[in-house]
């Protein structure tokens, strides 16, 4: 399902994903009802922020809100600000994707985003982000990016 719900740009191989799982920041979060497998959320804990990095639910289960159970869980779950990536709105799913997160209460920001290569030899691309409950400060993006090269990107990249 990872596969199939994100871009091979978007995703690492598998044996990072693997190497990322040990870190303890880092949460595989399954969704399931009565048994069945729903989804997942990927995300990080950093110092007063969570940054959920991949979020899907399974094919058969989209589009009967089982995604926005997902957030709405997530969101009352945490304490701090909450970030995430989405594409430039060049396409009807990446424009409806956003528009599924502001339905939710996250604010679309306009600083200019790159996310750094979730492969190895991969490229940055240029993204959009999303947080809740308010849009993040030029400070406060500054500091996210550093503790994502930190933590998500320095032991296993560099």
């Not at 990072?16 to 497998?37: A, E, K, P, S």
């Not at 920001?109 to 947080?131: A, F, W």
Request: with cysteine.
């Amino acid at each position: 399902m990872y596969e199939e719900a994100f871009p091979e740009e978007e995703r690492r191989e598998l044996d990072l994903q693997q190497q990322m799982m040990r870190d303890t920041n880092y949460h595989f979060d399954i969704v399931t009802d009565n048994g069945h497998f729903v989804g997942f959320i990927f995300w990080w804990q950093f110092k007063g922020l969570r940054y959920i990095e991949h979020l899907a639910t399974a094919i058969k289960y989209r589009g009967k809100a089982y995604g926005k159970c997902i957030v709405e869980q997530f969101i009352s779950d945490a304490y701090e600000a909450i970030i995430l990536e989405v594409e430039l709105p060049n396409c009807d799913s990446s424009k409806r994707r956003i528009a599924f997160y502001q339905r939710l209460g996250f604010i679309l920001n306009t600083q200019e985003y790159y996310q750094l290569p979730m492969r190895k030899n991969g490229v940055s691309i240029e993204m959009l982000l999303m947080t809740y409950p308010k849009e993040i400060t030029a400070s406060q993006l500054s500091v996210f990016k550093e503790n994502f090269r930190e933590m998500c990107y320095a032991p296993y990249f560099e």
